[in-house]
């Protein structure tokens, strides 16, 4: 039976029980330091706040890699956190063996989450890019090492905390409560400056990568500088100068990485997308990539990796977006996304067109509309024409204040609803806050993805716009998406699952409308009213039935 024990009061005398078994007092545990016990202390929770944030950074960087290389999916996430957190658990437990050794083993965790961490991102990005298309048994290898980085980072980062714990209590014993609550406050804070750092300085100002490289450099130099000034008499001799050679090694790998970075870069982007890349920034908003348009090759944009336009085809998509919707009045259109310009130089074809509004949430994407030129010439320069209004901001938030009643066409030309940040574009709420927007007898036109490849999620668009009062047709256009995927995942993708086609709904709030060309409007080079027939023919051998709507708190809507 174990007697309690009351818990002895700050700073007073205890004795425990020592690695041989015998008892000991806490005044023979105090080690020589070469600063005051304060101070000592302060230090150790110095270097608590820094591996904190350190360690959060990682855990940030690995769910930013899973959205940014594989698809913005909340499953995604939700795995690497899990996992981490799990492995965590896992890493406390071990750590309970290297209490006897806890400076050492501390010194020694981190400068391996140091080089875990910092190279982390680069590995990762190297492996999509270079292995990403090769299919078969290697189909789902870079989401496996991204679960092994994220186990690897989370057992490491779980190793931290009882270490630490064990070093501050051999500066000055303390009651268990205490030390607990300075390590945990230590702990929190430093994750708050790290969460804050990652998406306000480290990634927009460095990057990922760099960002990554910097961290695992910041976390070997405090977790290395922490065991060799403070704890350096609880190491042996050899114990030393391997800490030392170990820490060396490490920078020296963070520095040339971070040396090379911009090389790797350029090399993993050509590997992706060809030798052709033309331009590629990283706006407020996402990446942003152009190839060819130049030399007769077709421009092709891509939005965070996805294959957002085609040169090859992207007439045939945007004229089967804009022209079915603008047979009848159509004064006053609204361009939701579309900051390409191109739904806009289809949309100003029409004669009796007096205003378009272009709300567009990535400012970088339309500034390259205007002033690239492949890509305005492509646009017709639609973009600069006084009867378009452009509007940055994002298109949910916009239309809770756009006045009632204001526009004859809505054309929602915005990105898969797979992709996390674009589910409440495509949510019940939303298409109220079109319908509101749109004038007696107006219509709505929504691409709603592949049809033969995704027709759940296809459907589901349809679903949803019946659920806000809304009555719809379904229409498919068959394409050429050969090689790229441009639903929710980003990069190369194999032949079976390339989106071949895109599936439209055209929806007004009396009766369901019937796509159609307007016989007064110009005529579309792919499309025409036999055709538009077939396609609604096509497109309803796919419905499928009973689904229910997506809104705001449960989004149906599969990644």
Known sequence: M??????AP??????????????????????????????????????????????LVYELELVALAAYLMGDSVVQTSVVLSVMVFAMGIGSLAAKRLRRHAAAGFGAIEAALALVGGCSVMALYAVFAWTGDWGGMWANGPRCLLVAFSLATGLLIGAEVPLLMELIQRIRRQDAGGAVADLSAADYVGALVGGLAFPFLL????????????????????????????????????????LVVANVCVLALLASAAVLVDDFERAARHALYGEDVRVAVHTDVQEVLLTGGRDGRPLNLFLDGRLRVSGRDELRYHEALVHPAMAGRHTRVLVLGGGDGLAAREVLRHPGVRRVDVVELDEGVVRLARHDPALSALNAHSLDD??????????????RTAPPAAYDVVVADLPHPGITASTKLYAQEFYGLVRRALAPGGRLVVHGGAVASRPRDFWTVDATLRAA???????????????????????????????????????????????RLDPAGPRP???????????IRAAERTRVRGLRPSTLVHPRYTD
Do not use: K
């Not at 080079?525 to 396609?535: F, H, K, V």
């Open 203 to 242: 990634l927009p100002v460095l990057g990922q990568l760099t960002g990554a490289l910097i961290t695992g450099a910041v976390n070997a130099v405090v977790g290395g500088a922490l065991v060799l000034g403070l704890f350096r008499h609880d190491l042996t001799r050899r114990a030393r100068r391997l």
């Open 469 to 515: 009062g809304l009555r719809t047709t379904a229409y498919r256009v068959r394409g050429r998406q050969a090689g790229f995927a441009a639903g929710p995942d980003r990069g190369p993708a194999d032949t079976a699952r390339a989106h071949r086609d895109w599936g439209f709904v055209l929806a007004a709030d009396r009766h369901a409308p019937r796509p």
């Open 2 to 7: 174990i007697e309690p024990q009351a818990p």
């Open 525 to 535: 080079r792919t499309l025409t009213d036999s055709s538009l027939a077939a396609d």
């Open 10 to 55: 700050p700073g007073s005398t205890q004795s425990w029980d020592g690695p041989d078994g015998s008892r000991v007092d806490d005044t023979a545990s105090e080690l020589p330091l070469p600063v005051g016990q304060g101070t000592g202390r302060w230090l150790v929770l110095a270097g608590v706040f820094v591996c904190a944030a350190c360690g």
């Open 386 to 399: 006084p009867r378009v209004r452009v509007i940055t901001a994002d298109a949910f938030d916009w239309l």
